[in-house]
C-alpha cells in the first residue's frame, strides 16, 4: 500500500518523457557505448590533460575513456584475477591504467559502492524507479525535489528498460555525469564550473 503523497509521486515520474540533460551538459557520443558485462565505473583525472576520465570493469576486462571526447584510451582484456574486481580491495579498487596505471580507481557498482549524487555548483542526480525494476535518472536544480513539471528544475535524462543499473553520478569535479548499466555506459560533459562563493 502506497500513501496518496507516494502515488502522487509515481505518476509525475511517469509521465516525464525521456529528454536530452539541459545546458550546459551535453552527450559526450550520440548513444551509450556498448560494453557487455558491464560490473562498474570509476573515475580519475588524466595527468596531463585534467581531463575526467572514466574506468570500466567489466566480465571482459577494464577499460578506460576520456569523458570529454568518448576516446577509449587503454584496455586490458586479462586483469590479474587478484585484481580483476573490485570486491578483492577494501576500497573496491582496481588498479588504473594507461595514463593511470598503478593508481587505485574506486569502482561503483555491482559489487557496491557509489559515485557522487551532488556537485559543489548545485546539480543532483536521483535515481527513481516507479516502475521497479526499470531505474530513471532524474538531473535537477532544484536539490532533488523535482517540484513541477519535467523540463523546468529536473530533466529524466536517461531510462534503464533493458539492462540493469550498475551506477549512476558525477565524477568528483563534477564536469562529467555517467550512467552504467550492465550493458552500455552513457556520459555526458560541462565545462568547468564555477562555485560563487
Known amino acids: 500500500m502506497i500513501t496518496a503523497y507516494q502515488q502522487k509521486l509515481r505518476e509525475r515520474y511517469i509521465a516525464a518523457t525521456l529528454m536530452p540533460a539541459p545546458e550546459p551538459w551535453r552527450p559526450v557520443l550520440d548513444r551509450g557505448t556498448p560494453v557487455g558485462g558491464l560490473l562498474g565505473i570509476g573515475f580519475a583525472a588524466h595527468p596531463d590533460s585534467g581531463h575526467d ?5 567489466s566480465g571482459d576486462g577494464h577499460g578506460l575513456f576520456d569523458a570529454v571526447t568518448g576516446e577509449k584510451i587503454a584496455r586490458d582484456r586479462d586483469p590479474a584475477p587478484e585484481t580483476s574486481t573490485p570486491d578483492a580491495h577494501p576500497d573496491l579498487a582496481c588498479p588504473g591504467l594507461g595514463p593511470i596505471a598503478g593508481v587505485p580507481v ?14 559543489p555548483d548545485g546539480w543532483t542526480l536521483d535515481v527513481v524507479s516507479p516502475e ?3 531505474d530513471r535518472i532524474i538531473l535537477s536544480t532544484d536539490g532533488g525535489s523535482h517540484r513541477g513539471p519535467a523540463g523546468g528544475t529536473w530533466w529524466h535524462v536517461f531510462h534503464s528498460a533493458s539492462s540493469e543499473l550498475r551506477a549512476a553520478g558525477f565524477s568528483p569535479s563534477g564536469r562529467t555525469l555517467a550512467v552504467a548499466t550492465s550493458s552500455d555506459l552513457t556520459l555526458w560533459t560541462r565545462p568547468e564550473p564555477r562555485v560563487d562563493d
Do not use: K, Q
Open 53 to 57: 576520465l572514466v574506468m570500466v570493469v
Open 106 to 119: 574506486r569502482v561503483a557498482g555491482l559489487f557496491g559502492g557509489g559515485l557522487h549524487s551532488t556537485t
Open 132 to 134: 521497479w525494476p526499470h
